[in-house]
C-alpha cells in the first residue's frame, strides 16, 4: 500500500485548553466559557474532494464494519461539550496537534513508558494544557463494546474534532471526513518542540513552518481562525501587554493587565478568552478581531504583516459564510497528513498504549 504524500498541516494556533489541569503552557488555546446550543443532527456537509487514489481512506469506511462509528463518537461529543463546552476547542486542538507531529496517528494520546518516558503529550505544547482525552476514551470505549478491534483512535480523534467544531459553530461548520487511519506506535516530547510553531513566531516563521508540512499560505491564514474559541495563558501573549506596547488595541491591552499578572509563571499564568466579542463560537469573529488588532498572539498580528495575508483576512472577515466552508476544507486536508499504513501502524485497543 502507498504511503499517502503529506498534504498539509497545521495552523499551531498555540494556545491551551485549560481547565481541570493546571496552568503553565505557553502555547495557549483552551475552552469557551459559556454554553452553546447543539443540534440534535448535521446538515449538508461541506463539499469535500475524496482522499487520493493511492490512499486506503475513503468516506463511509466503516459502513459494513462498524456502521454507528461515527454515530458513536458524535454522541460522547455531544456529551462532553454539552457539560463543558471547553472540551470541543480541546478537541479541535488536540486534533492539530496529532497530525503536526509524526502524522494524523492518535500518536499525542500515548502514555508515557519505561521504554519511552517522554511521548508527545508530555512536551511543553501539550503538557499541561491539552485536553479532551477523556472524550476520546469515551467514545473508544463505546465503539470497543460495538466493534471490538475496528475504529482505530486516529480516526476517533479525527471524527472528535470534526464533532466539536460542529457543535461550537452552532452547526455552520460540517464536513464528512474520509477515514481508515491507522495509530503509530512511535511518540517523542521533544518532536513537539521541533513541530509545532509556538504563538511568538513571526509570519516568516509560520509560513516556513508550514510549508515543510505542506501547507500554504491559505491554510494558514483559514486554520488560524480556530482562534475564534478557547481561552490563552497570560504567558503566551504577555510580551504583547508590557513596555514598550506592541500594536494591539490599547482599550485590550488595558483589560489583559488588569487579568494578567506582569510576569507570569508556571505556579501563577490565569487564562484569558481568545475572542473577547463571541468567544463561545467557532466563528469568523476572529478574523474582524484580527482587522481591529484585537488578538492576543504575535502570530494573530502576523497576519497583517503582508500583503496577501491581509487580503485573506479581509475575505473571511466580510464574506459570509466563505470562512466556515474554508475550515471544513483545511481540516480534512490537515487530517490526511502522514497517514500510516499496515506496516508500519495498528488499531490500538486501548488508545494510550501500543498493542
Same mark, same amino acid.
Given at each position: 500500500m502507498a504511503r499517502l504524500g503529506v498534504l498539509i498541516l497545521v495552523a499551531l494556533l498555540g494556545a491551551a485548553a485549560v481547565a481541570a489541569q493546571a496552568p503553565g503552557s505557553s502555547y495557549g488555546y483552551g =475552552?469557551?466559557?459559556?454554553?452553546?446550543?447543539?443540534? %440534535?443532527?448535521?446538515? /449538508? #456537509?461541506? /463539499?469535500? #474532494? %475524496?482522499? #487520493? /487514489?493511492?490512499?486506503? +481512506?475513503?468516506?463511509?469506511? =466503516?459502513?459494513? &464494519?462498524? #456502521?454507528?462509528a461515527e454515530d458513536i463518537v458524535r454522541e460522547a461529543v455531544r456529551n462532553a461539550t454539552r457539560a463543558n463546552p471547553g472540551l470541543g476547542a480541546g478537541l479541535i486542538r488536540m486534533a492539530f496537534h496529532d497530525c503536526f507531529v509524526q502524522g494524523c496517528d492518535g500518536s499525542v494520546l500515548l502514555d508515557p513508558t519505561a521504554a519511552n518516558p517522554r511521548p508527545e503529550k508530555l512536551g511543553p505544547p501539550n503538557f499541561p494544557s491539552l485536553r479532551g482525552f477523556d472524550v476520546v476514551d469515551a467514545a473508544k470505549d463505546a465503539l470497543e463494546k460495538a466493534c471490538p478491534g475496528v475504529v482505530s483512535c486516529a480516526d476517533v480523534v479525527q471524527f472528535a474534532a470534526r464533532d466539536a467544531a460542529f457543535f461550537l459553530s452552532g452547526s455552520r461548520v460540517y464536513y464528512k471526513l474520509p477515514a481508515g487511519r491507522f495509530d503509530g506506535r512511535i511518540s517523542f516530547e521533544n518532536e513537539s518542540l521541533a513541530f509545532l510553531p509556538p504563538p511568538s513566531f513571526n509570519l516568516t516563521e509560520l509560513v516556513d513552518s508550514f510549508r515543510v508540512k505542506g501547507l500554504d499560505v491559505d491554510d494558514l491564514v483559514v486554520l488560524s481562525g480556530s482562534h475564534t474559541v478557547g481561552r490563552s495563558h497570560c504567558s503566551?501573549? &504577555?510580551?504583547?501587554?508590557s513596555t514598550p506596547p506592541s500594536d494591539m488595541d490599547p482599550g485590550l491591552a488595558t483589560i489583559l493587565k488588569g487579568q494578567? %499578572?506582569?510576569n507570569p509563571n508556571f505556579t501563577n499564568d490565569p487564562t484569558v478568552v481568545q475572542d473577547i466579542v463571541t468567544p463561545a463560537k467557532l466563528d469568523n469573529q476572529y =478574523?474582524?478581531?484580527? +482587522?481591529?488588532?484585537?488578538? +492576543?498572539?504575535?502570530?494573530?498580528? /502576523?497576519? +497583517?504583516? &503582508?500583503?496577501?495575508t491581509t487580503r485573506k483576512v479581509q475575505e473571511n472577515a466580510l464574506i459570509r459564510g466563505r470562512w466556515e466552508r474554508k475550515f471544513a476544507r483545511a481540516m480534512v486536508k490537515m487530517s490526511l497528513i502522514e497517514i500510516k499504513t499496515a506496516a508500519n501502524g495498528e488499531i490500538r485497543k486501548n488508545c494510550h498504549v501500543v498493542n
Open positions: =475552552y469557551p466559557p459559556s454554553p452553546i446550543p447543539v443540534s %440534535p443532527s448535521p446538515p /449538508a #456537509p461541506t /463539499a469535500i #474532494p %475524496p482522499p #487520493p /487514489a493511492s490512499s486506503r +481512506l475513503r468516506f463511509g469506511f =466503516y459502513k459494513r &464494519s462498524c #456502521p454507528r503566551s501573549f &504577555s510580551d504583547r501587554i494578567c %499578572p506582569v =478574523y474582524k478581531n484580527v +482587522l481591529n488588532h484585537k488578538v +492576543l498572539f504575535k502570530s494573530d498580528a /502576523a497576519l +497583517l504583516t &503582508s500583503r496577501v
